[in-house]
């Protein structure tokens, strides 16, 4: 939360909760990272109230990573790759996914050439407040979607000061998304 200027590069992540959250920072770099979370979500900018104002996340960029959530923690980092028993569906989470927490909003974001498995894949959401803007989202291939594989959420959870205003989307680009679902 408020780190600013830092690369994460060639990470592996193995874990019960978020794989990474990314809150409230500027000039970030996620490269050529696996995060293996499938009790919660994966990659996760965010842009919270918790430091006591908002403040926007802002040049990121996250790239040629794979993100997934259907091996038990621990089996990607030793490499067993243990699947979640058939049960575990009923509680899946997004891979990559913007917000809840949206108080100071998301600017010049770009996530490309990355893969997503068994999840509800794309998230986009603003329901505390805060604008999403000059976001490119492209060359993302999903697998084994089990919800709506691109969700956008705007709203008025608004746990922020009181009056802050509903957020907006501006100049959000998705292309290039490849869906591979089990038959």
């Not at 979500?41 to 842009?47: A, E, F, L, N, Q």
């Not at 430091?51 to 490499?79: K, W």
């Not at 329901?127 to 979607?145: A, P, S």
Request: glycine share 10%; aromatic share 6%.
């Amino acid at each position: 939360t408020g780190v600013d200027n830092f690369t994460v590069d060639n990470l592996k992540i193995d874990t019960n909760r978020d794989g990474m959250d990314i809150d409230c920072c500027k000039n970030v770099r996620v490269t050529n990272c696996t995060i293996n979370s499938p009790w919660d979500d994966g990659i996760c900018p965010k842009s919270s109230y918790a430091l006591g104002y908002p403040r926007v996340t802002e040049n990121l960029t996250i790239a040629n990573c794979t993100v997934l959530g259907n091996y038990q923690v621990g089996s990607v980092i030793d490499g067993t790759l243990k699947k979640m028993p058939p049960e575990f569906a009923k509680d899946i989470h997004g891979r990559i996914k913007f917000g809840t927490e949206s108080n100071g909003g998301f600017k010049n974001i770009t996530i490309s050439n990355c893969v997503v498995e068994y999840s509800r894949g794309l998230a986009l959401e603003l329901v505390d407040g805060g604008d999403l803007e000059d976001v490119t989202i492209t060359n993302l291939t999903m697998r084994d979607i089990t919800n709506a594989p691109i969700y956008l959420r705007l709203g008025g959870r608004n746990r922020a000061p009181d009056g802050t205003p509903t957020g907006s989307f501006r100049r959000v680009t998705i292309s290039n998304i490849v869906i591979h679902n089990a038959p």
